[in-house]
């Protein structure tokens, strides 16, 4: 509305072309910054409405966040006590060993959809307004994390109702699921570019996720050795589950070295993730456009 | 400050492939080619099944200036804002755009129905990139725009549509922006709301540069200081809005059906006042406002019907009825199956410029039966000096009185 305002904005040119924005990354990469700054408003708001309109048409609410890791937690228990399935020793109770691994288990699943999904809901918006995109990724990152939060709270339940008191360690729980979401994300983003383009890739993953689960160490503890081990060592997330639920609930965490290797190459993932996530955008809104 | 150049768009051209599986195909090849820094490097050229939706386009734009876009659907008028708003990227050429861009396209981007109206303006505003501040202060001016203070905290799933597009509206006229892009926007709502619409961009018109899509002839001749007629990707006729307007209507004539005979009764010619024969019928009549227009048919109609009556009608673009008029009872043609002749005036036409179709209806006067309709007989372009917004223009006088 003021004429300093506009002087002040109109120093700021936009050049667009054919080439590969990979050619001044320096430019590219201020650019990301910029942008990443400039999305926090708006990851706020989408996460705000997503998180208000995800269960404002349902009678149980935010009860649906709890239910996945309660009923699972439940089912397996009975499914035990039943003799049904049997488990090697875990060390700590069975129900809060379950209500941890779950817990932890359903919040990188939401980590890892999460990109994709928020992509793929926003395909009205990308094709006609310029926003920052990166506020896409972190709205998504945010309610996965409220999410995480909400679900702690079983978390809290279940510790109080097994009378764990929690190791000294247990403060190192919260970094561990940070570098938990972290991985789920890097996946994420990293599915973005060929996943908007081809419906496969979001089918697949919906097929993937209970497979990887049961690869995981969520039902059962972590294997230190034999060709459980190696399974161990190909699956990202079970060094970094394992090593979160043996923080908070006490034990020795069997792949604590791998924790450290997966966080390390998840950081890396997630900034060439976010790079080709910048360079892909404007490419796929070209072929979504219809 | 009126001098600033603040669009700069140099020989773009962008590519598009119809086929969607083709077109899944090259996006994963372009983002190869993105990465490995290939792209953009060599020249233009197009793969199987890919066309050039835009061609070799190049225009400036200063703050003040208000550049008309018409053309035909598909002309590559909306692809060309996506190039100006930096969703997709050229596949040649160079855009420079200088400072905020702002664009009225999708009115009420990221809206949930769940949600309330007030709710909605935040995110609307977020996506827009306005900062909460920046709502907090103009919230009570978008919901007074949009006129749904009785609605603000109801979910905009029980909206109308109307009211959807008042409320999308309201929050992205919000946004001051450099650069402003307008496509098709001002086709809601009802008539005041259009106009208020309209007078607001007329307000924002001096602070930015504009480009306006629109296929409303009207408005561009009213909001543009130039316009830039698109022809199939490539820029025809460019300059003042009304010899483009003019050109773009020349072209966007309704589809004349060729004479044809239905039920035994054909039209065998239809010739306008001054007209050279044989006349090609998907030409355009030019005729000045409040000249009389007429007509003449040559028609043959099965013996038997003896009495014949003709009526003649006007219709829009949008083939809404626009007048009629027809023969009376009593006054037949008399009809023996030898090939009938009758000229038809309408004296003063008060259209207002534009585009008509006029249709030609046979009917038997004995029975009232409806012997044929010929839909669209000929067109006619109205010529005059104003542009309205109805469309008749009536003839009037306007004197002050003591």
């Given at each position: 509305?003021?004429?300093?305002?506009?002087?002040?904005?109109?120093?700021?040119?936009?050049?667009?072309?054919?080439?590969?924005?990979?050619?001044?990354?320096?430019?590219?990469?201020?650019?990301?910054?910029?942008?990443?700054?400039?999305?926090?408003?708006?990851?706020?708001?989408?996460?705000?409405?997503?998180?208000?309109?995800?269960?404002?048409?349902?009678?149980?609410?935010?009860?649906?966040?709890?239910?996945?890791?309660?009923?699972?937690?439940?089912?397996?228990?009975?499914?035990?006590?039943?003799?049904?399935?049997?488990?090697?020793?875990?060390?700590?109770?069975?129900?809060?060993?379950?209500?941890?691994?779950?817990?932890?288990?359903?919040?990188?699943?939401?980590?890892?959809?999460?990109?994709?999904?928020?992509?793929?809901?926003?395909?009205?918006?990308?094709?006609?307004?310029?926003?920052?995109?990166?506020?896409?990724?972190?709205?998504?990152?945010?309610?996965?994390?409220?999410?995480?939060?909400?679900?702690?709270?079983?978390?809290?339940?279940?510790?109080?109702?097994?009378?764990?008191?929690?190791?000294?360690?247990?403060?190192?729980?919260?970094?561990?699921?940070?570098?938990?979401?972290?991985?789920?994300?890097?996946?994420?983003?990293?599915?973005?570019?060929?996943?908007?383009?081809?419906?496969?890739?979001?089918?697949?993953?919906?097929?993937?996720?209970?497979?990887?689960?049961?690869?995981?160490?969520?039902?059962?503890?972590?294997?230190?050795?034999?060709?459980?081990?190696?399974?161990?060592?190909?699956?990202?997330?079970?060094?970094?589950?394992?090593?979160?639920?043996?923080?908070?609930?006490?034990?020795?965490?069997?792949?604590?070295?791998?924790?450290?290797?997966?966080?390390?190459?998840?950081?890396?993932?997630?900034?060439?993730?976010?790079?080709?996530?910048?360079?892909?955008?404007?490419?796929?809104?070209?072929?979504?456009?219809? | 400050?009126?001098?600033?150049?603040?669009?700069?768009?140099?020989?773009?051209?962008?590519?598009?492939?119809?086929?969607?599986?083709?077109?899944?195909?090259?996006?994963?090849?372009?983002?190869?080619?993105?990465?490995?820094?290939?792209?953009?490097?060599?020249?233009?050229?197009?793969?199987?099944?890919?066309?050039?939706?835009?061609?070799?386009?190049?225009?400036?734009?200063?703050?003040?200036?208000?550049?008309?876009?018409?053309?035909?659907?598909?002309?590559?008028?909306?692809?060309?804002?996506?190039?100006?708003?930096?969703?997709?990227?050229p596949d040649a050429g160079r855009i420079a755009i200088t400072g905020r861009v702002g664009g009225l396209i999708e009115l009420g981007a990221g809206f949930n129905p769940l949600l309330t109206g007030r709710e909605n303006i935040y995110v609307n505003g977020a996506v827009l990139g306005m900062t909460r501040a920046e709502m907090d202060r103009r919230l009570d001016d978008i919901v007074s725009f949009a006129e749904l203070e009785q609605f603000i905290d109801a979910p905009v799933q029980s909206y109308s549509s109307g009211m959807r597009a008042r409320l999308g509206y309201a929050v992205a006229s919000r946004l001051d922006p450099d650069v402003l892009l307008i496509d098709e926007v001002l086709a809601v709502g009802d008539l005041s709301f259009r106009l208020k619409c309209l007078n607001s961009i007329e307000q924002q018109l001096e602070r930015s540069a504009v480009i306006f899509v629109t296929h409303?002839?009207?408005?561009?001749?009213?909001?543009?200081?130039?316009?830039?007629?698109?022809?199939?990707?490539?820029?025809?006729?460019?300059?003042?809005?009304?010899?483009?307007?003019?050109?773009?209507?020349?072209?966007?004539?309704?589809?004349?059906?060729?004479?044809?005979?239905?039920?035994?009764?054909?039209?065998?010619?239809?010739?306008?006042?001054?007209?050279?024969?044989?006349?090609?019928?998907?030409?355009?009549?030019?005729?000045?406002?409040?000249?009389?227009?007429?007509?003449?048919?040559?028609?043959?109609?099965?013996?038997?019907?003896?009495?014949?009556?003709?009526?003649?009608?006007?219709?829009?673009?949008?083939?809404?009825?626009?007048?009629?008029?027809?023969?009376?009872?009593?006054?037949?043609?008399?009809?023996?199956?030898?090939?009938?002749?009758?000229?038809?005036?309408?004296?003063?036409?008060?259209?207002?410029?534009?585009?008509?179709?006029?249709?030609?209806?046979?009917?038997?006067?004995?029975?009232?039966?409806?012997?044929?309709?010929?839909?669209?007989?000929?067109?006619?372009?109205?010529?005059?000096?104003?542009?309205?917004?109805?469309?008749?223009?009536?003839?009037?006088?306007?004197?002050?009185?003591?």
């Amino acid at each position: 509305m003021n004429e300093t305002g506009h002087a002040a904005r109109a120093t700021m040119v936009t050049v667009y072309t054919a080439e590969s924005r990979l050619r001044h990354p320096r430019l590219l990469w201020r650019e990301m910054r910029r942008d990443l700054l400039a999305s926090r408003e708006l990851a706020f708001r989408l996460f705000v409405r997503n998180f208000r309109a995800r269960y404002r048409q349902s009678v149980l609410g935010y009860v649906w966040v709890f239910l996945p890791p309660a009923a699972g937690t439940l089912l397996f228990l009975f499914l035990r006590q039943a003799g049904i399935f049997s488990v090697a020793d875990t060390g700590v109770p069975y129900g809060a060993f379950l209500v941890c691994g779950f817990v932890l288990w359903q919040t990188f699943t939401d980590a890892v959809q999460s990109p994709l999904r928020m992509v793929s809901q926003s395909r009205a918006m990308l094709t006609r307004v310029n926003f920052p995109r990166e506020a896409l990724i972190l709205g998504g990152l945010a309610e996965v994390l409220v999410t995480f939060m909400v679900r702690a709270l079983l978390l809290v339940a279940v510790l109080a109702w097994y009378r764990i008191v929690p190791a000294t360690d247990a403060w190192f729980f919260l970094p561990a699921v940070l570098v938990l979401v972290g991985t789920g994300i890097a996946i994420g983003l990293a599915l973005v570019p060929v996943g908007m383009l081809y419906q496969d890739v979001e089918n697949g993953l919906a097929l993937a996720l209970p497979f990887w689960m049961l690869l995981t160490p969520v039902l059962y503890p972590a294997q230190g050795a034999g060709p459980g081990a190696l399974l161990m060592n190909l699956n990202p997330v079970a060094p970094v589950l394992d090593t979160a639920r043996a923080w908070l609930l006490g034990g020795a965490a069997v792949h604590a070295q791998g924790f450290y290797i997966v966080g390390a190459c998840a950081g890396v993932l997630l900034l060439a993730g976010w790079f080709a996530y910048r360079l892909a955008l404007p490419i796929l809104i070209e072929r979504m456009s219809a | 400050m009126s001098a600033d150049l603040l669009v700069a768009v140099e020989h773009v051209s962008k590519k598009y492939c119809r086929g969607l599986r083709q077109s899944l195909w090259y996006g994963l090849r372009d983002f190869a080619g993105e990465l490995t820094g290939q792209r953009g490097a060599g020249r233009l050229a197009l793969r199987a099944g890919e066309f050039l939706a835009l061609d070799d386009i190049s225009f400036e734009l200063r703050r003040g200036e208000c550049l008309g876009l018409v053309g035909a659907n598909g002309a590559g008028k909306s692809s060309l804002l996506k190039l100006l708003n930096g969703l997709v990227r050229p596949d040649a050429g160079r855009i420079a755009i200088t400072g905020r861009v702002g664009g009225l396209i999708e009115l009420g981007a990221g809206f949930n129905p769940l949600l309330t109206g007030r709710e909605n303006i935040y995110v609307n505003g977020a996506v827009l990139g306005m900062t909460r501040a920046e709502m907090d202060r103009r919230l009570d001016d978008i919901v007074s725009f949009a006129e749904l203070e009785q609605f603000i905290d109801a979910p905009v799933q029980s909206y109308s549509s109307g009211m959807r597009a008042r409320l999308g509206y309201a929050v992205a006229s919000r946004l001051d922006p450099d650069v402003l892009l307008i496509d098709e926007v001002l086709a809601v709502g009802d008539l005041s709301f259009r106009l208020k619409c309209l007078n607001s961009i007329e307000q924002q018109l001096e602070r930015s540069a504009v480009i306006f899509v629109t296929h409303q002839m009207t408005q561009v001749a009213r909001v543009c200081t130039r316009a830039m007629h698109l022809v199939h990707g490539r820029m025809g006729t460019r300059g003042d809005p009304v010899s483009v307007i003019e050109s773009y209507l020349a072209l966007a004539t309704p589809a004349t059906t060729a004479f044809q005979s239905v039920a035994g009764t054909a039209v065998t010619r239809a010739v306008f006042a001054g007209e050279d024969e044989p006349i090609a019928p998907d030409i355009p009549y030019r005729i000045g406002h409040l000249q009389d227009l007429v007509l003449d048919v040559e028609l043959t109609v099965p013996a038997q019907h003896r009495n014949v009556m003709l009526s003649v009608g006007v219709f829009d673009r949008e083939l809404q009825g626009i007048g009629e008029c027809a023969q009376h009872r009593d006054t037949p043609l008399r009809n023996t199956g030898a090939p009938l002749r009758a000229r038809i005036t309408l004296p003063r036409i008060n259209l207002s410029r534009g585009v008509y179709t006029v249709t030609l209806g046979v009917n038997c006067a004995d029975t009232g039966l409806i012997l044929a309709r010929f839909p669209s007989l000929r067109a006619i372009l109205v010529t005059g000096d104003h542009p309205m917004w109805a469309p008749v223009h009536f003839e009037s006088s306007f004197e002050q009185v003591q």
